[in-house]
């Protein structure tokens, strides 16, 4: 079992819709979590992080974070063309270094 | 506002030659990454640094090494490159602590022939 998985996608939703992506882990001990969004031939860029049970909104992002369940999700509402990207999910386990998953396509069609 | 600077952005080197792969940062951040990038296999670590003068190995360190210059230079050498060596290469820093992002550079597209 990959330590970080998501799925490869691509994820398709209309606009305005609601994109969800989820991400689950194999290590109890994982501190912190972390999603990147990351446009074609370009570096990844944070989009938040979450730490605690529950929900964080910034926006129109929302991160879920469960951790009994070891899974973490991102909602993107009104979704745009411009949100179309790959999305990464990363963790940290046991000290500060992130352990990435292979990210999620998302396709944002008008 | 230069953030991480990774010098080449693209590099095509034949099979056995060498290259140095050069990344900086200007926000005194003490801990410094070396990412591989390869198609369906997502962000995979090489070495990381946790401060000036230490250096560790990540998940994939064969065929690397690197030198953590001072604080702000993290560099990436490849001996003798192979084909399988070809990827995208993003260095990254970030501050210490379980809640830091890592901050990319704009990662060099490595081709070995």
């Known amino acids: 079992q990959k330590e970080v998985e998501q799925n490869s996608g691509p994820l398709s939703v209309p606009e305005g819709a609601i994109a969800s992506l989820n991400c689950t882990y194999s290590?109890?001990?994982?501190?912190?979590f972390f999603w990147y969004r990351q446009y074609s031939g370009k570096s990844p860029e944070l989009i938040m992080f979450?730490?605690?049970?529950g929900d964080k909104e910034d926006g129109r992002f929302t991160a879920q974070l469960n951790k009994a369940s070891q899974y973490v999700s991102l909602l993107i509402r009104d979704s745009q063309p411009s949100d179309s990207a790959t999305y990464l999910c990363?963790?940290?386990?046991?000290?500060?270094?992130?352990?990435f998953g292979r990210g999620t396509s998302l396709i944002v069609h008008p | 506002n230069a953030g991480v600077t990774q010098t080449p952005k693209f590099q095509v080197l034949k099979t056995g030659q060498s290259m140095t792969l050069q990344c900086a940062q200007d926000m005194n951040h003490n801990s410094m990454y070396w990412y591989r990038q390869d198609p369906g296999m997502g962000l995979r670590l090489i070495y990381y640094s946790a401060s000036e003068g230490t250096t560790d190995k990540g998940e994939v360190p064969n065929g690397y090494n690197v030198s953590r210059l001072n604080k702000r230079e993290f560099s990436l050498r490849l001996e003798s490159a192979a084909p399988s060596q070809t990827s995208v290469y993003f260095c990254?820093?970030?501050?210490?602590?379980?809640?830091?992002?890592?901050?990319f550079g704009n990662g060099t597209r490595l081709t070995v022939t």
């Open positions: 990363a963790v940290n386990k046991r000290s500060y270094i992130p352990t």
């Open positions: 979450i730490y605690s049970n």
């Open positions: 990254a820093s970030s501050e210490e602590g379980f809640n830091s992002p890592l901050h």
């Open positions: 290590d109890r001990g994982s501190q912190s």
